[in-house]
Nanobody
Framework: QVQLVESGGGLVQAGGSLRLTCVAS????????MGWYRQAPGKQRDLVAV???????NYADSVKGRFTISGDNAKKLLYLQMNSLKPEDTAVYYC???????????????WGQGTQVTVSS
C-alpha cells in the first residue's frame, strides 16, 4: 500500500500565501514523480504542478510565477508554496504520486484525500 496525506490547506485572503505538504508512506520501492492537482466544485480535476524524481518541474499556466513545487525524495515529502493567491485558486488540492510498491514490478498512480484551499476576495 502507498498512502499520501496532504496538509496545509485553509482559508486565506486574496494576495495571501499557503504552503501545502504531502507525505508519502507505506511499502514504497520508488517514486517516479509527484504532483498537485486541484478540483473546484462542478469542475474536473486539473494538474497544478508536477515534479519528477530528477527534479524537473511543470506548472499549469494559471499558476506559473505564483506557485512553486518542491520535494524531499529521501523523506518522501512534497510541497506546494502558493503565493499571490486568487479566489479562482479555491479548490480541493490533491497530492498524486506515480510510485512502485515494494510488492510490484509496475508503477501506479496514487492519490491523497485532498485538502481544501479557500481564497476570499
Amino acid at each position: 500500500q502507498v498512502q499520501l496525506v496532504e496538509s496545509g490547506g485553509g482559508l486565506v485572503q486574496a494576495g495571501g500565501s499557503l504552503r501545502l505538504t504531502c507525505v508519502a508512506s507505506g511499502s514504497i520501492y520508488s517514486i517516479d514523480a509527484m504532483g498537485w492537482y486541484r478540483q473546484a466544485p462542478g469542475k474536473q480535476r486539473d494538474l497544478v504542478a508536477v515534479i519528477t524524481s530528477g527534479g524537473s518541474t511543470n506548472y499549469a499556466d494559471s499558476v506559473k510565477g505564483r506557485f512553486t513545487i518542491s520535494g524531499d525524495n529521501a523523506k518522501k515529502l512534497l510541497y506546494l508554496q502558493m503565493n499571490s493567491l486568487k479566489p479562482e485558486d479555491t479548490a480541493v488540492y490533491y497530492c498524486n504520486a506515480r510510485a512502485r510498491p515494494t510488492y510490484s514490478n509496475y508503477d501506479d498512480g496514487y492519490w491523497g484525500q485532498g485538502t481544501q484551499v479557500t481564497v476570499s476576495s
